[in-house]
């Protein structure tokens, strides 16, 4: 499978960009479900130390990931790819997504590490439908809603500049204060009240999160303006953190 993937130069239009590879344990097929649910969560907590800045990466690429399918593992080829696909299906990339962690400041890397841990765990929404994997939905729901709370604990703990120090504490009480929303997803057992309760979660984020990030960002000297996400990318812009 990974030997089928053809090499370019980042220079070049690609259809894709590789940053990271891993084998899954020897033993049985898990089946296709569990194969995909372990290299989603391997690829998608790795996202951030290879392009630390989810604002700049958004706008370009979404992630992809390539898992070992039963005919692999049955010829002992358990190995998976994480990759970054273009935004838009169809379209290609040009340069590399890398960036050079070594190039922020301590204020810019507490940040970021925070905010990617949380990024993360919002891209790790399920990949089925409501519908079919109502439990795995409200896990999310839970799962969102710790990191929101160690984003928020994060964000207290450092010792920020001046002028940034009253945004990041504004910050971490909104994300306290969003948080609740997001449990509230666990508890829910009806597929249509599950669906209303994360659109409140999502537009409670957007109204009462989204500026002071924007703002903390500005005063950190970080990208800005939001990206512009695509329909295919989750989270969408205005829930990056």
């Given at each position: 499978m990974v030997a089928d993937i053809d090499e370019a130069s980042c220079e070049d239009p690609h259809d894709g960009e590789v940053y990271g590879r891993f084998d899954l344990p020897a033993g049985a097929f898990p089946g296709d479900g569990e194969v995909v649910a372990v290299v989603d969560k391997w690829c998608t907590e790795r996202m951030s130390s290879y392009s630390p800045d989810a604002w700049k990466l958004y706008g370009r690429a979404r992630?992809?990931?390539?898992?070992?399918?039963?005919?692999?593992?049955?010829?002992?080829?358990r190995g998976a790819v994480c990759a970054f696909a273009p935004a838009e299906y169809g379209d290609q990339l040009t340069g590399s997504l890398r960036q050079d962690g070594n190039a922020l400041d301590r204020?810019?890397?507490?940040?970021l590490d925070a905010a990617g841990q949380l990024n993360a765990a919002?891209?790790?929404?399920?990949?089925?439908?409501?519908e079919e994997t109502l439990v795995h939905h409200q896990e999310w729901g839970s799962y969102v809603a710790g990191y929101l709370g160690l984003f928020a604990q994060d964000l207290r703990d450092h010792k920020w500049e001046e002028e940034a120090a009253p945004l990041a504490a504004e910050l971490a009480e909104a994300a306290d204060g969003v948080r609740g929303e997001w449990e509230k997803l666990a508890m829910l057992e009806d597929v249509d009240e599950f669906c209303d309760q994360w659109a409140v979660?999502?537009?409670?984020v957007a109204d009462d999160v989204a500026g002071t990030v924007a703002a903390l960002r500005t005063q950190l000297k970080l990208s800005t303006p939001r990206p512009v996400?695509?329909?295919?990318?989750?989270?969408?812009?205005?829930?990056l953190f």
């Open positions: 992630l992809n990931f390539y898992p070992p399918s039963e005919e692999d593992w049955a010829r002992g080829e204020h810019q890397r507490t940040y919002l891209a790790r929404v399920p990949l089925d439908d409501v979660a999502e537009q409670t996400t695509t329909e295919y990318q989750y989270p969408q812009s205005p829930l």
